[in-house]
């Protein structure tokens, strides 16, 4: 097994060969493999807010949906937190009936 360490050099092509000495010379002992790494933009937090009004939480969530739009390869979790002591799921019902969202499972 052979691990190469790609970090830093996304977007760029990966050759690497290996050779086996001590070997019968009719036998094969090399081997070539060539890779493209692809890269990954670094995550970024789009917004973050508290406790807002509905005309100001609707305008927020329509600028994350536009910024998802502008590029269709970006993912966009919402994280919603309502507080220790709100009942368990508050905070995505309560975005679920102010916006249409779609949540995944366990949200």
């Known amino acids: ?6 970090v830093g050099i996304g977007g760029r092509q990966i050759v ?10 009719v036998c094969i002992n090399s ?5 493209l790494m692809r890269s990954k933009p670094p995550a970024r937090k789009f ?3 508290g ?3 509905l005309r100001d ?4 969530l329509d600028n994350y949906g536009i910024e998802l739009q502008n590029d269709p390869t970006a993912q966009g979790p919402i994280i919603a ?9 508050a905070a995505a019902l309560n975005l679920k009936k ?6 995944d499972s366990g949200y």
């Open 98 to 103: 102010r916006k249409r969202i779609r949540f």
């Open 81 to 89: 937190y309502a507080g220790r002591k709100s009942a368990k799921g």
């Open 47 to 49: 917004d973050e807010f």
């Open 31 to 35: 081997s070539n493999f060539s890779t």
């Open 57 to 60: 939480r609707k305008a927020r």
């Open 1 to 6: 097994m052979i691990t190469v360490d790609t």
């Open 51 to 53: 406790t807002v009004k």
């Open 16 to 25: 690497g060969t290996v050779s086996v000495g001590g070997i019968d010379a």
